[in-house]
């Protein structure tokens, strides 16, 4: 087996520091291939976009790796010199935002961004840069992509600031694509489109995607692989069919009965009861103990992760025995 | 865009007509320039001659309205005192003024903008704390202190510069200015300074501010995500976002620097037109006090409309939404 393109080891970011330290990112620990799709779902405030901009070294004052290990191609991330890192962004490792509409700068032009965007890493003469710009907007569907170079930001409607905020991405054909909730502000109809997009290119330049989405549903028709986030820790990761069809935490089982398609027709949804805890009060042992049924004194104990081929949790009461 | 011009046109003139009407008014009410100009031995038969002489003899709407007239005829009255068209002296100073207040501007704007970048980048640092007392002195202090400090350490214990009057003036590019000699430039030196420190002050905390309010936004996250170096955004993404509230105050501003500029000149005795309105002033030389009321409200009239047009070219979204 190879090694994976991105390998991240137990991942802690915080902001702040001593007791009152929020610990955004508690320990995070998944791989992604090459080429491979990896759904990364959790509620609101769970820690995936800190995880993300982490990965980009992306965190600021007073927020930093507290520890862990981010290898991109072998080579550790945290820690690695600014230069580095940013020869890095953009270039091997794209994201794309969740609100389009604050991710461009109003003020200048889509043309000046692309082209900025191309020549912060290739030595190439301004007209290629802008060749480049225009022909990557087209790939995304922008139609008229000459004169939309020209245009602001403010010309755009949301779901095609988005579409520019992939072409961007997309610029220096990265090794990996990092996607956070990169639909959720947008129409319905809109978020289709655009998933199916941003599917359609990854897999055209076999590029690994993260996306990160509070929503099981998206990710269950677009990802290889899950990893389902709970209070800033990953509670359980697998194929979408293990997670899916077999949950093994009662956290995912509970995101699950949550949404409409999986529930069971003609019963009434069944959200997780209570709130996500926040950083600075999360239970001692197993943080999702206060809202789950299955929750006994066990769960007072941190629980260690249980691997059954490919698939993990962290549970002392897990749904399903694994399978012999 | 031309029927935005033409209706902020339209506006300048009323706000021109209303201004001329309290000028007038108001310079009626402070005293006699009668009382000043002849002589106390002269006869009643003499004095009414003058002030027939002067127009002054007649009631007030006769002598408002032959204002009014006159002025549209680029007539702004003689001056009692020099006994010259009060606009001719006007504008025979106005290019001391200006030249004292775009050097203080540009002073103002070369080291305002680097400190308050500075201030903003690196914010409760003792960096930072340095530049934002320096500049709560700048604001707080009267200005006419400022000067007489300014006076005191450089040109009377340092005597490193002269503290009155303009220097030699050469011409460069067909303006004459003192700029164009050392000497000329050591005289304007202290006076600028003076008359930049409280814009100074000002920069520094728009700057300060604008780029921290800038640096946390999303679009700057996404900068770095694309790899951009800090430098280009801060230079290109945050001064370009932050550049237009601060050429706003800016062109506001440069209108009550030449307003302003009464106190500096009057301290530094340079001879521009805030010097003339002072000594116009202690003369009761009416119609000069007049003319510069008349050309300074029409300078900030012009620079408000320039500010409009500026701010439109800068921010995208106002041009557009205007169109
Ligand atoms: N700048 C910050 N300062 C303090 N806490 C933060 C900051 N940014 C994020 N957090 C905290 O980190 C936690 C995870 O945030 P985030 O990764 O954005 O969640 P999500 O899963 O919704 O993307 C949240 O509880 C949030 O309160
Ligand atoms: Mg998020």
């Known amino acids: ?324 | 865009m031309a029927v935005f011009v033409i209706r902020r046109l339209m506006q300048s003139l009323i706000v021109l007509a209303a201004t001329a009407a309290l000028v007038f008014l108001g310079v009626f009410a402070i005293g006699d320039p009668g009382e000043m100009l002849i002589p106390p031995d002269a006869t009643p038969a003499e004095r009414a001659q003058v002030m027939a002489a002067l127009g002054l003899d007649r009631p007030l709407p006769v002598q408002f309205v032959t204002f009014l007239a006159n002025i549209l005829q680029g007539d702004f009255g003689r001056s009692f005192v020099f006994d010259q068209p009060s606009i001719a002296l006007i504008l025979g100073r106005l290019p001391a003024t200006l030249e004292l207040a775009f050097v203080a501007l540009a002073i103002a704007l070369v080291l305002g903008l680097p400190l308050g970048l500075l201030a903003g980048l690196r914010p409760r640092t003792a960096t930072d704390e340095a530049i934002m007392t320096g500049s709560i002195l700048g604001f707080s202090l009267p200005n006419f202190w400022q000067g007489m400090m300014l006076i005191m350490i450089f040109a009377v214990w340092l005597g490193w510069l002269p503290s009155t009057g303009r220097g030699p003036r050469g011409t460069i590019l067909g303006i004459e200015t003192s700029l164009a000699s050392w000497e000329g430039i050591r005289h304007l030196i202290l006076p600028a300074t003076n008359l930049a420190l409280f814009k100074l002050a000002l920069v520094i905390r728009l700057t300060r501010t604008g780029v921290r309010e800038t640096m946390p936004l999303d679009f700057v996250k996404f900068a770095r995500a694309k790899g951009l170096t800090e430098r280009r955004i801060v230079l290109v993404h945050v001064m370009k976002t932050i550049m237009i509230p601060l050429v706003t105050v800016i062109g506001m501003e440069l209108g009550s620097l030449i307003a302003f500029a009464v106190v500096t000149e009057t301290i530094f005795a340079w001879p521009g037109i805030g010097k003339l309105l002072i000594d116009s002033i202690m003369r009761l030389d009416r119609p000069v006090v007049v003319a510069y009321l008349l050309v300074v409200v029409a300078m900030f009239i012009t620079l408000n409309f320039l500010v409009d047009v500026l701010y439109s070219i800068l921010d995208p979204r106002i041009r557009l939404g205007r169109a």
């Not at chain 1, 998944?30 to 990965?55: A, C, H, Q």
């Not at chain 1, 965190?59 to 290898?71: A, S, V």
């Not at chain 1, 709130?275 to 943080?287: H, K, N």
């Open chain 1, 1 to 324: 087996m190879t090694a994976p393109l991105l390998d991240v080891r137990d991942l802690r970011t915080q902001f702040g520091t001593g007791v009152r330290a929020v610990k955004a990112v508690d320990g995070v620990s998944f791989t992604v291939d090459r080429g491979e799709i990896l759904g990364l779902v959790g509620e609101s405030g769970s820690g995936k976009s800190i995880t993300g901009f982490s990965i980009l070294g992306l965190i600021e004052p007073p927020g930093r790796i507290e520890g862990g290990r981010i290898l991109f191609m072998g080579e550790d991330l945290v820690g690695a010199p600014r230069e580095a890192l940013r020869r890095i962004r953009g270039k091997r490792i794209a994201m794309i935002f969740q609100d389009p509409m604050m991710t461009l700068n109003p003020v200048l032009t889509i043309g000046t961004q692309m082209v900025e965007a191309v020549l912060a890493h290739d030595a190439v003469p301004r007209r290629t840069a802008v060749e480049r710009a225009r022909d990557a907007l087209g790939l995304v569907g922008i139609p008229s992509p000459d004169e939309r170079l020209k245009a602001y930001p403010h010309q755009f409607s949301g779901g095609m600031r988005q579409r520019v905020a992939i072409a961007i991405a997309l610029l220096h054909r990265p090794d990996l694509v990092i996607a956070d909730e990169p639909t959720t502000a947008l129409d319905v109809t809109i978020q289709s489109q655009i998933l199916y997009e941003v599917r359609r290119l990854a897999d055209a330049f076999g590029m690994a995607l993260v996306w990160i989405s509070h929503d099981l549903g998206v990710v269950a028709g677009l990802a290889d692989r899950v990893a389902v986030m709970y209070a800033g820790r990953i509670v359980e990761t697998g194929t979408v069919d293990d997670v899916l069809d077999r949950p093994a935490h009662p956290y995912t089982r509970g995101l699950m009965d949550a949404l409409p398609a999986t529930a069971v027709p003609g019963d009434r949804l069944r959200p997780i009861p209570g709130m996500a805890p926040l950083p600075t009060s999360r239970p001692d042992g197993c943080p999702f103990r206060t809202r789950c049924f299955a929750a006994t004194d066990a769960c007072r104990a941190e629980p260690v992760v249980t691997v059954a081929a490919g698939h993990e949790w962290r549970c002392h009461h897990p749904i399903r025995e694994p399978a012999a």
